[in-house]
């Protein structure tokens, strides 16, 4: 491998990134600040409330991004290194690009931004997007091309984020829509621009093999354990956010059983493929995002969670090869089946909700359909009217459109940038190795001198 | 493979699977709903206290069953991923099982049943009987016989909780007689009836692996990590609940140490077992279930911890293999030294505690026994005078010969039932095998067409 | 390899750990009770709340030590067993032996010893100095002198614990200088006391594969996602503790990104190096410590952590060789660069940001340098003026001076004890074994009678 004639990303990763740390270190200097301390007791008891309240949700999500999602994605074999350290990278750089952002254009005209938990749980979700996107061209990348494509996504997911959330007022308390379906098409163009060529022939590194498959099972159940938190970090405390954690535990469940069903049904053997299982569990927690918190019935959330699981994995059997055949789009990881489709299903089964609420509670006292998002506040607690509902219906489809259009539109310019020949693609045959990127003391290649091939032939045996 | 005459499991699975979420849809939407939102701000903050009170716990337990418990059962080298699988999937069925179980039996006389958290956490401990007594036959059985023996365990196990508890007030918060003794024989039961000609010669895929002992050993590790939260959860909160969590910690601790100490001792050369290591260390969380909220001294904790693990690794080394040969009795885990053995000795201390702290205190005004379990409440804060202690000592023995019989007989009729053919137990020769279960693309037997010998041998060389 | 002439530990190990365990009933039976249970529903209410606000944090701290380290030191390929049970039985049994030691020294003119919560999470944190220092000789030790050297280092760290914090009043509420400079240069102590020879060639089974890098990296996330709560959980609740998260965060996520800059900058082609990846990013969490609490602005906490991350990879780069090559000190997973020179540089920082804070904040009403540690109570809310604050910042360099020099100290004497010959030190060629204290049934070394060479050759394909 020494020998490749193939040009190494060399010096541009580590100089930029060096860079844009610098960066950050200038602008955190002379405009990020931390509260001013609470001057009363009862004011420190509130901090103290407010820290025990968001901190083991935060922290959820942290073991979700960085453990769960990192290992879910060393199905591949021989990646599982670059897979991880990448979403760890990512995770990091993303968030920290977000807070800068997010400090420069909300908080700008306050003077100085003011760090607390919350914020940085903002630019938490927004990192997300990236996580997710990435996705799509795991493994054909190199870090350079992924630091690139976060750079571009994060202001554009933050403009999207703004005009859904505020603009049009949409009801997305787990981001089903602002993160799921967003990522998903920005991914999906990123993907389509960057690999023309397409329906590239099946590389022999990307098989998975059983122990990389018993690693990413691991992955999707520490995902699937922590999404509650996920959904109802954000949601408003008491209620809201104990029927968002039920109807997240329901569906998670639901797509659980639905995806062994779906799955074992399309095989003539009833055997269960392990990458169904992987995405088709997590189905359920995408799919309940936009209507976790609101006034419906319990049925309703074990069927969105069977849906999205089977809408999951009759993509990855139907629909991937489909899009692969006819529109030469590469998805590595199938994230239009797990983020993509039980997204838009998500969506409208927010509208849906919204309506039929509306009705339901329409002339009854006691009707308490409360669908305060903790990001919505402007229609909060307010009560529908049927024609309220309509409204509100019509902008969860609005920000659904508004989602897909601008996330396809930047994946398609961003996957056009990275296409610049120094941000050093790696070639077909070098694709999904950890060796491109690691310094891997590899013991089988290099065998000490005096060793006798007797001795390497033990050592093989009993390294197995 | 593929020419084996085995008839496969087929459609039964996936049919019988889907029409139970069928009709657990339909239950759902005729009988459940979440409760009436609480109308006025101090309700709202009580169910937000409730919440951050309750989930953190149900979040460590959840985290236990799926990846901890999930992961102590891939100690089998090449049944990793149906390990994990067969126990994500029968913990989904179960609960929602027993969901619709309680649902219908205890609340159906008040209409409609509200969902909560504490509901659906009752639901997640009857799922976890299927989960243990699953480990007696683990990797002989397909996952359509573990499904019907989860349909026929879960009511059993209803029956035995309320007659142990609410009949009997037997005290045991942390599921000690209720879960683990149940649980354990129950599965023995199944055992017993289902391989009848039993002592069958050791399969070569048995033989557990480093590596797959090291995957086991984190599980294991996972389970005693938060082995606490899932004692204290049901405890009232305030002194019975630290205290609990005390007694955990300190039982879980001693239990570690002597399972080096007794492993050590029973080899020639010192050498530990993994084994050993797996379960003994978990054996202090099983024993202290039943009198971790109970006033007694921390010393009896650490003294219980280790007489457990003491009790199951002598249970491995010496009654496991007489089990094996005298009662020709299959019990792939060792739940009856995890789970049973140490259960038992736990019922039997919460009896002597009992007898014990009655006669401490009487006469003493400062006395504080206060054995509230959080499902015990008829009992709960009466002081007991000698006679009432003698009673309570009397109803632990009989709860724990409730659950001895029940779960032995309910196990032996449902190991029957499991010998069905249609419920396609696989033969000998292809037990413990992932490819059974699985669409395994096996790099290795499938060689892509071009692909020379050296080729071969390199991609062999590199993959160790 | 049974024929190795090597005298085994035998019964040393488990003989006197029996003999601990016994020793600890009996003290826990005479000097150690729980609390007198709370009279009043005020302070059942006020227990429930220290255990919700600390018990979190406590399992998350559970969860790094037990579960996070335990994986990183599996880096090791053919030595993870023992890795992570090594670590397993030194945490307990250090923790034990702590609360003994604290239970004598600190409290026996109180009477009885009442155990809490807040006492064992103290015990858990001078056990992990424990956990740190094996690192310099992890592999090449057998658990016999293990155990020896926890029971040295317990008491000489308590010691110096009380000096550095209660004598000189150091304020170090994340144990950068009690636990973690401690911890280095003690178990660098041990090391070159015990291996005088020094410079060892390097051991064919020293070197990470792919595989064991990727375990060892899942366990530097567990460790990088929970490190907050381990630097947060003896602040004071409120502001302090908020503001310690949040530096803690912001620390780890900045050395996260520096370590790829630095780690790919040494490297001719950029490649990232594993054992960098795994060290680096937490050196943030490390120099964080001392400082989390204090007023600073939170670009020092980006600061400080890219300043740690640069430093502990330079040191993994440049100082390990050249310590190894003119001191001949072993220090097999590198806990100079990552526990000693961060907490050097963590010192150091909070001498300066004690300085700079009080000419800050001198004449400025509104300020609020609140360096309150939790076990730091004497100084906490006071004001420094300039003379204080020198006064406190000589301190911090005093409290330096005294970790280094007792650790140094009882480090060197702890390894010549080390040496003795009961101890059983593993020669050599025996090192970095599982083997030598695991019953491993080893496959391919014991081929079943009857298994033809095909069998075997087929299974040897089938495994990989």
């Known amino acids: ?74 199905f591949l074999p021989r990646y599982g290194l670059s897979a991880l350290t990448h979403n760890f990278l990512l995770l990091n750089f993303s968030m920290q690009w977000a807070l800068v952002l997010q400090g420069l254009l909300h908080h700008f005209h306050h003077g100085q931004v003011q760090l607390d938990l919350h914020k940085l749980l903002i630019s938490e979700f927004a990192a997300v997007t990236v996580l997710i996107s990435v996705g799509a061209i795991l493994g054909r990348t190199s870090p350079c091309q992924l630091l690139v494509m976060a750079t571009c996504e994060i202001p554009v997911y933050l403009a999207s984020e703004w005009v859904i959330l505020n603009c049009l007022g949409v009801l997305d308390v787990g981001g089903t829509i602002t993160i799921h379906v967003f990522s998903c098409y920005f991914g999906l163009g990123v993907s389509k621009a960057l690999f023309r060529a397409g329906q590239q022939p099946l590389h022999p590194k990307e098989t998975p093999t059983p122990r990389s498959d018993l690693m990413s099972l691991v992955g999707m159940l520490i995902l699937w354990v922590f999404w509650p938190s996920f959904v109802a970090v954000l949601c408003q405390p008491g209620d809201a956010q104990h029927r968002a954690i039920l109807n997240t535990l329901l569906a998670m469940s639901a797509s659980a059983i639905t995806t062994v069903v779906t799955s074992s049904l399309l095989e003539r053997d009833s055997k269960l493929s392990p990458g169904h299982l992987q995405n088709g569990s997590l189905a359920g927690g995408v799919v309940i995002g936009a209507v976790a918190d609101m006034a419906m019935p319990p049925v309703a959330a074990l069927a969105l969670g069977s849906l999205s699981a089977l809408t999951c994995v009759l993509g990855f059997r139907f629909l991937t090869p489909l899009l692969g055949r006819k529109l030469s789009l590469l998805d590595q990881c199938g994230i239009h089946n797990l983020h993509g489709l039980p997204g838009i299903l998500g969506a409208a089964a927010s509208a849906v909700v919204i309506l039929v609420a509306s009705k339901d509670t329409s002339g009854s006292h006691f009707s308490q359909l409360s669908p305060t998002g903790g990001n919505a506040s402007e229609v909060g607690g307010e009560q529908w009217g049927d024609q309220g509902a309509s409204r509100q219906a019509l902008c969860q489809a609005a920000g659904l459109a508004v989602a897909m259009g601008t996330s396809l539109l930047g994946g398609l310019l961003t996957g056009a940038v990275l296409q610049l020949p120094c941000l050093a693609q790696p070639p077909q045959r070098l694709c999904f190795d950890d060796s491109l990127y690691f310094k891997i003391q590899d013991q089988a290649e290099t065998p000490r001198p005096g060793s006798t091939t007797e001795e390497g032939a033990l050592a093989l045996k009993e390294q197995i």
């Open 1 to 74: 491998m020494g020998t490749s004639p193939f040009t190494r990303p060399c010096r541009l990763l580590p100089l930029s990134l060096g860079l844009f740390q610098g960066t950050l270190l200038l602008f955190f200097a002379l405009f990020v600040t931390y509260d001013e301390p609470s001057a009363q007791v009862e004011d420190a008891n509130l901090v103290a409330n407010k820290v025990y309240s968001t901190f083991p949700f935060f922290q959820d999500i942290q073991v979700m991004l960085v453990v769960g999602l990192g290992l879910l994605l060393t």
